[in-house]
């Protein structure tokens, strides 16, 4: 079983970055495909960015694209999210999950293709 803590959230003003990181433990993650999905007040939880960890492949919402980047530092075990050019919508909070399940658009999409999640941090970008 992979278990996995983020961290990196926190207050920035809209236009400014910050890097998420997720540190999994528990299994080895070469044929794992690792996402982060954020969820907002009110809102359903929405995939933000997925990888999978084998060959790096990535594969980005479309709200975030051009100002997010996934990437995994295999000696570590560690996924991160770069997010630059931060807005206001981009505030919620950020999980990270794992799935064992072909990186295609039905497994990276969907929630409930991935087994274990994160407890989250949470990104507030003012305005």
């Known amino acids: 079983q992979v278990q996995l803590v983020e961290s990196g959230g926190g207050l920035v003003q809209a236009g400014g970055s910050l890097r998420l990181s997720c540190a999994a433990s528990?299994?080895?993650?070469?044929?794992?495909?690792m996402g982060w999905f954020r969820q907002a007040p009110g809102k359903e939880r929405e995939f933000v960015s997925a990888?999978?960890?084998?060959?790096?492949?990535?594969y980005d919402a479309d709200s975030v694209k051009g100002r997010f980047t996934i990437s995994r530092d295999n000696a570590t075990n560690t996924v991160y999210l770069q997010m630059n050019s931060l807005k206001p919508e981009d505030t919620a909070v950020y999980y990270c999950?794992?799935?064992?399940?072909?990186?295609?658009?039905?497994?990276?999409?969907?929630?409930?293709?991935?087994?274990?999640w994160g407890q989250g941090t949470q990104v507030t970008v003012s305005s």
């Open positions: 528990g299994r080895t993650l070469s044929s794992y495909t």
């Open positions: 990888i999978r960890w084998s060959d790096g492949i990535t």
């Open positions: 999950a794992a799935a064992r399940g072909p990186f295609v658009l039905f497994v990276v999409l969907n929630t409930l293709q991935y087994d274990t």
